[in-house]
Nanobody
Framework: QVQLVESGGGLVQAGASLRLSCTAS????????MGWFRQAPGKEREFVAS????????DYQDSVKGRFTISRDNAKNTVNLQMISLKPEDTAVYYC?????????????????WGQGTQVTVSS
């Protein structure tokens, strides 16, 4: 079993920055890709960013490219999402997810493990 705990959410103004962190436990963290997803009220959970097992490959949703950066520290079993130039449309609950694959993927179905989420609210 894998446990994922997110932290770092909060309420910020448009243009501000936030850094989300996710700490994993329960299996060999460094073997698997990790991802961040988000869900806004009334909307489906959507892909935000993913990173492969060693951090050498990343992928981003178009709307966050250039503003968000995903990274991982396999020695600390953590994956981070640095967010800058936040916009009101970034408001959502952000979820960390652990894949069953080593390669980065956008597909929710490839992530069997999920954290409980952390709220990010961006005011205009």
């Amino acid at each position: 079993q894998v446990q994922l705990v997110e932290s770092g959410g909060g309420l910020v103004q448009a243009g501000a920055s936030l850094r989300l962190s996710c700490t994993a436990s329960g299996r060999v963290f460094s073997w698997y890709a990790m991802g961040w997803f988000r869900q806004a009220p009334g909307k489906e959970r959507e892909f935000v960013a993913s990173i492969n097992w060693n951090g050498g490959s990343t992928d981003y949703q178009d709307s966050v490219k250039g503003r968000f950066t995903i990274s991982r520290d396999n020695a600390k079993n953590t994956v981070n999402l640095q967010m800058i130039s936040l916009k009101p449309e970034d408001t959502a609950v952000y979820y960390c997810a652990a894949s069953g694959l080593s390669t980065a993927t956008r597909m929710k179905s490839q992530y069997p493990y999920w954290g409980q989420g952390t709220q990010v609210t961006v005011s205009s």
